[in-house]
């Protein structure tokens, strides 16, 4: 609040830098237009988030100035050097509608200042120097939308390559398939031409009801068939190819492995050539081989379509098309969605690591934009370690907030880089590779509109970018 009030002469004002090269005209204006306030030591000037009104010059005394970082103001400058200003900046913006400070500003002792009105300001800004303020508009402006040009663009270039990946790894199911059901079409067929060749008259109904039984039991053991080290199934398959060539049965060396995948073995062959006898052997065994290998293909059919559908799931739970922009969420199905979503591009010497705190509550949450946020962090790790390292994404708790890691064992952020990394724009990627960094967009999802943080630590061969989200849900995230 002011504690008193009075004029600048245009002498007076001429003294100031941001004023010495006006004209008389200008001065004589800006010296109606103005006042003098004074602030007491420790008072706030203006606040952050209030309607921004005044452009202030500071005359005498010490000033600080800070920004809110997660609830905490964190001093930016202090400075006690005549002439200096703040407020209302970018009054002369012509979309200055419902602006508002952008910091806060202090008085650190007693402190006293020319005030003039944002729009006293926007008006001698827009009228004294035409030229200038072209300038200003078009750089504000145009960098406000180049900003939001190049961030969308970003986003389309990160969603085409995740969607390549997602593309890729739906391929190799979806083929699966596709092949299993055309093998299994023959294997149908021919399961028929078998079972009338035994059914002919050759088999009383006592044997045939007897096969029938061995073939529902084949059908268990397929279901239950244990996973064989590849030495044991070589070995296996080494038995029953012997004990059918034994038995007089035809290319046993493409029957064995087969029936070996289907958990069978040579005492229940020996089974099957008591129902139905030496001469009907090999159909019997054909026959039966013909069912272990449509269930098989049955069960490769069912493993890729559960596949398939965990991808879809996986994808829509990425893009989040089908739920609301706002919601509560475990941010464990946010981070393994996004990891499915990179699993083409991880290359095969890297190493992925999960470490979870399963017992993490649900948060309050823009998941859609959470995941962003996990995109931008992974492909960056994923960059600095190239073809080797190990991916680590951990949960856990930090005080009353939820942190979610992205750790990797590249060479680390340069000392000169570490400042740069959260400005607009900013990469070391070559150009046309990748998406950028990402992380000024990563931090204003993750600061501004969930009140939360991102603080990074770095080393060589331990780089760890953290997020922290409030775990309350009273603390509503920002639209």
Not at 211 to 237: G, H, I, N, S, W
Not at 350 to 373: F, G, M
Not at 379 to 388: P, R, V, Y
Not at 401 to 417: C, K, R, S, Y
Request: aromatic residues 6%; proline residues 5%; glycine residues 10%.
């Amino acid at each position: 609040m002011s504690i008193g009030a009075d004029r600048l002469t245009p002498a007076q004002l001429r003294t100031l830098f941001l004023f010495e090269a006006l004209d008389d005209g200008q001065l004589d204006w800006l010296a109606e237009h103005g006042r003098v306030e004074q602030r007491a030591g420790g008072t706030v000037v203006y606040a952050e988030g209030e309607d921004a009104t005044c452009f202030f010059v500071l005359l005498s005394g010490a000033v600080a100035l800070s920004r809110q970082v997660r609830g905490d103001d964190i001093e930016i400058s202090r400075t006690d050097q005549r002439g200096v200003y703040g407020g209302a900046t970018q009054a002369y913006l012509d979309d200055r509608v419902g602006e508002t400070y952008r910091n806060t500003l202090r008085a650190v002792s007693d402190a006293e200042f020319f005030v003039l009105p944002a729009e006293s300001f926007a008006h001698a800004v827009r009228s004294w120097f035409p030229m200038a303020m072209h300038l200003l508009e078009g750089l504000v402006i145009g960098m406000r939308n180049s900003q939001t040009i190049v961030g969308e663009r970003e986003r389309l270039l990160a969603l085409g390559s995740l969607s390549a990946g997602l593309t890729h790894e739906l391929n190799n199911p979806a083929a699966a398939a596709v092949r299993a059901t055309s093998v299994l079409r023959d294997r149908v067929a021919g399961m028929r031409q078998k079972l009338a060749m035994i059914a002919d008259g050759r088999l009383d109904g006592r044997a045939l009801h007897g096969l029938v039984e061995l073939q529902e039991e084949a059908v268990v053991r397929v279901a239950a068939a244990p996973k064989l080290t590849p030495m044991a199934t070589a070995d296996a398959e080494d038995t029953l190819t012997d004990w059918l060539e034994e038995h007089g049965v035809t290319g046993a060396w493409d029957l064995a492995p087969i029936l070996v995948g289907g958990g069978l073995d040579a005492a229940w062959l020996a089974r099957v050539r008591e129902a139905v006898g030496p001469v009907d052997l090999e159909a019997a065994v054909r026959w039966l081989t013909y069912t272990v290998d449509t269930e098989l293909l049955m069960r490769e059919i069912g493993d890729a379509v559960t596949r398939i559908s965990g991808l879809v799931g996986a994808a829509k739970q990425y893009s989040q098309l089908d739920r609301a922009p706002h919601q509560v969420v475990d941010v464990h199905e946010l981070l393994d969605a996004t990891l499915v979503m990179f699993k083409a591009k991880i290359p095969a010497g890297v190493k992925l690591v999960r470490e979870y705190d399963r017992s993490l509550p649900a948060i309050p949450a823009y998941a859609a934009e959470l995941n962003q946020v996990w995109t931008n962090l992974i492909d960056n790790a994923l960059g600095a370690m190239g073809e080797q390292g190990v991916l680590t994404v951990r949960t856990g708790r930090s005080g009353d907030l939820l942190a979610v890691e992205v750790a990797d064992t590249g060479p680390g952020i340069p000392p000169e880089v570490r400042p740069r990394i959260f400005e607009p724009f900013f990469t070391t990627k070559p150009v046309g590779a990748g998406t950028g960094l990402g992380l000024d967009i990563s931090y204003r999802i993750v600061a501004h509109k969930h009140h939360g943080d991102i603080r990074v630590r770095t080393a060589p061969g331990d780089t760890t970018f953290q997020v922290l989200l409030p775990l309350s849900v009273s603390t509503a995230p920002t639209p």
